[in-house]
């Protein structure tokens, strides 16, 4: 198993780019989980899908922020325009069905360290 | 408030010693806790689940009071590999990490 993927692992970009992030989760996980770390704040949820569809976005700090998960095997983060406080390092986790106690341990990628000038 | 709070450390302890961090959380309804351990520079990983009973793994042992509404974890017989830092996790139809808890094991 590949665990799962992130892309990519390091992104420098200048302010007001578009930056687009992109997971591929475990295959037969159905829960998606995207986070933002940063020093100040820890560990975020974004946001979270379950069988592709977005079940709470309520973490998503702006409207700069968007997610799609079209299909069972990829999800993309995108930032549009991005700015230098959106630095930080974005993970995707994957689980199974997290209704079902014990089923639904989150296994993280690697990692997208961002860093927006 | 903090769904989910820990005391960040830094906890600096000897080899050997043993160590406890705690962490509340406020959503009485939660339903499954994790302990998280995540190296410098790298993904959280699993430590391990949290049961209502206790559970033990080795050298390591988690708690969960729902009366009070805390998990924690002891690990004892501290080695110099456990430097990292532990993030408490609970779950309610979503996870929600704590900010963590940063161990140094020093020799």
């Known amino acids: 198993d590949a665990g799962v993927i992130q892309s990519p692992r390091h992104e420098v970009t200048e302010m007001g780019q578009e930056v687009t992030l992109r997971c591929k989760p475990i295959?037969?996980?159905?829960?998606l989980f995207w986070y933002r770390q940063t020093m100040m704040r820890g560990l975020e949820l974004l946001i979270y899908f379950n069988n592709n569809v977005p079940i709470d976005d309520s973490g998503m700090p702006e409207d700069r922020f968007s997610a799609k998960m079209p299909n069972a095997s990829f999800s993309t983060l995108k930032i549009q325009p991005s700015e230098p406080r959106d630095s930080a390092v974005y993970f995707c986790?994957?689980?199974?069905?997290?209704?079902?106690?014990?089923?639904?341990?989150?296994?993280f990628g690697a990692g997208s360290r961002l860093t927006v000038l | 408030r903090k769904e989910v709070e820990q005391d960040p450390g830094p906890f600096n302890v000897p080899e050997g010693a043993t160590v406890a961090f705690n962490c509340t959380y406020s959503?009485?309804?939660?339903?499954?806790f994790f302990w998280y351990r995540q190296d410098c520079r790298k993904e959280p990983k699993l430590l391990m689940s949290?049961?209502?009973s206790g559970n033990e793994d080795g050298r390591f042992t988690a708690q969960l009071n729902r009366a009070s509404q805390y998990i924690s974890l002891l690990i004892r017989d501290s080695k110099l590999s456990d430097s990292a830092t532990y993030l408490c996790v609970v779950n309610y139809n979503d996870m929600r990490f704590g900010a963590g808890t940063r161990l140094t094991v020093k020799p």
């Open positions: 949290v049961y209502s």
């Open positions: 959503n009485s309804a939660s339903q499954s």
């Open positions: 986790a994957s689980s199974k069905n997290p209704q079902v106690t014990g089923a639904n341990v989150l296994t």
């Open positions: 295959s037969g996980h159905n829960s």
